[in-house]
């Protein structure tokens, strides 16, 4: 993507307001905080104390705005405690030049590794290392350092009780992502009519498994509707699937295609009733009374055991639809895998997983370590430029810095733009109105809590927008404490330009690019789905049930490697960097490919047998095969190679020799399993790298050859000439596998 182009693309994303993303009731409650604290501190102490214990409540009230699946109220006083922490730790080291700049750097560094643990926790952290720079100017004794830390941890209480005390849309967020997931289920089902092979979008059923993921005191008071149609909408997505796909379902034309469309259209409503109700906590409208397939001749086979089982799903979709209540998951071994709660860990228990995930993220090549360290000397290098500057309130340039910068380039210079051209227009708006009204601090305060209000509106929505609202707040907040305006002015403009040039030159100096590890992340999703494969092929090998579990946790795996490679290929095509091995074109057909593997494999889950069915004994060697060819082939892809399917072709053909005929379906999902392979091979072996592999090798070989007939190099010419002896592109395949060629440059 083009500077230019990326910069269009910023100023059009942080201008836009979805209205569907505003919560007015929760912005009024959040700004009601900030009111409390700043009305206590005027009527009590004095404007200045005032303005500083404002800042507490304000950024527990953003805290608190960033997607968490804990009680808010919990990140609310979490964030207060930290702010707390930071201030009076900045004080204490504030006196000396260098302590401070060792404390801060250190906990800029522990901040960007907080990302480790999540995108909350590394926002959060990120406000922490803010206000410990805020507070250089803040108190001048221990006494008043405690006692604006308290202040400051005071806010989060305010939010949390305000929380506590008016509740909004209890359980709503949780509600919404599993409501989001039978709705994007309901299009996948709608979509399937016209095209029988339409991909599907996880990210809404991972979101809502993490959702569904709540702490030990959630589980006890989570509704029963939130516990038991995640996995229902997860067993119904394969059976659609299979029944609309021609190859192991409906014919592709006719009536049993007719018979199929309709069945899809009747789940589509059902499942869109039941994301209504669950959204609404109360009954929904269904326009259709069911589907019924018991006497249907239309279709049979495999189509007609997918219609079955979609009409027995859909039955129990219409009970949550229609009462708005639903039962715990009824038996059986895929209910028996959903009825444990996913419990998360509380507060306390939470500190070994964030010691684990730090010590994951200890690597040089690691993107949050990198950030980390980014952040630590950025924080510190902008702390030493805004004091040797003339301009005053020299803070704002790693404040600017620490809030803009995030652990890929995009995140960082789309947000470094918004801010600057966001502060510019709040400064200039927030001056007029000083200019004047001339307010005094009461009105200074209500004028700041309005830009509070407004700014917590917009937090999900037009961040460039919801900055000019931010900049309003400060301008007001500082004026309220004794700051002249035009110093506002002029010192917050100029420094929260140089804050975000300084995030964006720390990126270019020391960047963490995507682009050279998507083979990586495509060897990753390759091994995953893989092992996805192999578990669901394996099961009608021992149809005990045993297996059910491995599904389902490979399954799990499978996408959050998809999603992964997924979202750093979006990052990469947004890099001023290129992958000389991987084109666009290539990284699409390797995409779609894998998709296709994963499409094979739900497939094959969608008629997954019942305990007593008869075994299929060959396709213990398949899923064997399946699983030790990719996890080959991710090798093949890490060393430069394209990868090859050799024990699966051979275990395919076993198979058919020893009489696939008994269970053509089965036979038929390999096949399918098989083909996505190949086409993933055939991607990657038309890809520049293996081209420029291709020509290497065969201009060796036709430079051994001029060797030999010129009669200098004999001795070498014959070894170099052996590996493309058999000709053509087959013979530099083979060779290949020699050694793998140098790795791909990274340009500007």
């Known amino acids: 993507m083009t500077w230019l182009r990326a910069l269009r693309e910023i100023v059009r994303s942080g201008l836009t307001i979805e209205r569907t993303r505003l919560e007015p009731l929760v912005a009024l409650r959040a700004a009601a905080g900030v009111a409390i604290v700043i009305g206590l501190a005027l009527s009590l102490v004095s404007p200045a104390f005032a303005a500083s214990a404002a800042f507490g409540a304000f950024s527990a009230g953003t805290a608190t705005f960033q997607r968490s699946w804990r009680p808010r109220k919990v990140v609310a006083l979490g964030a207060g405690a930290g702010l707390a922490l930071s201030t009076f730790l900045g004080y204490l080291a504030a006196a000396y030049t260098v302590p401070f700049l060792l404390l801060l750097a250190l906990w800029a560094f522990l901040a960007g590794m907080a990302w480790s643990v999540g995108p909350t926790a590394g926002i959060v952290a990120a406000t922490t290392v803010a206000m410990m720079l805020v507070t250089v100017t803040l108190p001048t004794s221990v006494v008043d350092a405690l006692e604006h830390a308290a202040v400051i941890a005071f806010g989060g209480v305010v939010q949390a009780t305000l929380i506590f005390l008016f509740p909004i849309r209890r359980w709503g967020d949780h509600r919404d992502a599993l409501a989001d997931a039978f709705a994007a289920v309901a299009d996948y089902a709608r979509r399937l009519r016209h095209d029988p092979v339409a991909p599907f979008d996880p990210e809404p059923m991972m979101t809502a498994r993490s959702a569904a993921t709540v702490t030990p005191s959630q589980a006890r008071r989570r509704p029963a509707a939130l516990h038991g149609p995640r996995g229902l909408a997860e067993r119904i997505r394969p059976v659609l699937a299979s029944l609309a796909d021609p190859r192991v379902g409906a014919p592709e034309e006719g009536p049993g295609r007719d018979r199929a469309r309709e069945l899809l259209s009747s789940a589509a409503d059902i499942l869109d009733g039941a994301a209504r109700s669950i959204r609404r906590d109360g009954p929904a409208f269904m326009p259709s009374e069911g589907v019924h397939v018991t006497d249907d001749d239309v279709l049979e086979g495999p189509a007609r055991q997918a219609a079955v089982r979609l009409a027995d799903q859909l039955g129990e979709v219409q009970e949550i639809a229609g009462s708005g209540r639903t039962h715990e998951p009824s038996g059986g071994a895929h209910a028996a895998a959903e009825s444990p709660a996913l419990l998360r860990p509380t507060l306390f228990r939470l500190v070994p997983v964030i010691l684990r995930a730090l010590r994951r993220e200890l690597d040089p090549d690691s993107p949050v370590l990198r950030h980390a360290v980014r952040l630590a000397a950025v924080a510190s290098l902008g702390y030493l430029l805004g004091t040797a500057l003339p301009l005053g309130h020299g803070y704002w340039v790693p ?220 396709a213990e060697d398949v899923a064997e095969a399946l699983r030790g060819d990719t996890e080959h082939g991710a090798r093949d892809l890490r060393s430069w190679r394209a990868p090859s399917w050799e024990r699966t072709e051979k275990a395919l053909d076993a198979w058919e020799g020893a009489g696939a005929d008994r269970d053509p379906m089965v036979r038929r999902g390999a096949e399918l399993l098989l083909g996505a392979m190949q086409e993933l091979a055939d991607a990657m072996d038309t890809s520049p790298l293996e081209r420029d592999i291709e020509s290497a090798l065969q201009e060796r070989h036709a430079r051994a050859e001029r060797e030999e007939q010129s009669g200098e190099g004999a001795g070498t010419g014959t070894g170099a000439g052996k590996g493309a002896e058999t000709g053509g592109a087959e013979g530099a395949r083979r060779d290949r596998g020699a050694g793998p060629p140098a790795p791909p440059t990274e340009t500007g």
């Open 399 to 618: 404040i600017t810095s620490v809030l803009v910068m995030r652990p890929d380039f995009h995140q960082t210079y789309s947000r470094a733009v918004a801010r600057f051209a966001g502060t510019l227009v709040g400064v200039a708006l927030a001056t007029g109105v000083v200019q004047l009204a001339h307010p005094d601090a009461s009105l200074s305060g209500c004028l700041a809590v309005l830009s509070a209000a407004l700014m917590y509106l917009l937090m999900r929505t037009g961040y460039a927008v919801s900055q000019s609202f931010a900049a309003a707040y400060v301008v007001f907040l500082l004026g309220m404490g004794g700051a002249e305006w035009h110093q506002t002015v002029r010192d917050r403009v100029l420094l929260t330009l140089l804050g975000g040039l300084l995030a964006m030159l720390a990126y270019l100096v020391f960047p963490a690019w995507e682009t050279p590890r998507l083979l990586d992340r495509l060897a990753d999703w390759l091994t995953a789905s893989g092992r996805y494969a192999a578990a669901v092929v394996g099961s009608y090998a021992d149809p005990t049930g045993r297996h059910r579990a491995d599904v389902r946790r490979t399954l799990l795996a499978a996408r959050e490697a998809q999603t992964a490679w997924e979202e750093a290929f979006e990052r990469a095509k947004q890099e001023p960097v290129r992958h000389r091995g991987l084109t666009r074109e290539a990284a699409d057909e390797a995409q779609d490919a894998l998709t296709a593997l994963g499409r094979a494999a739900m497939l094959l889950e969608a008629h997954l047998p019942e305990r007593g069915a008869r075994p299929v004994p060959e």
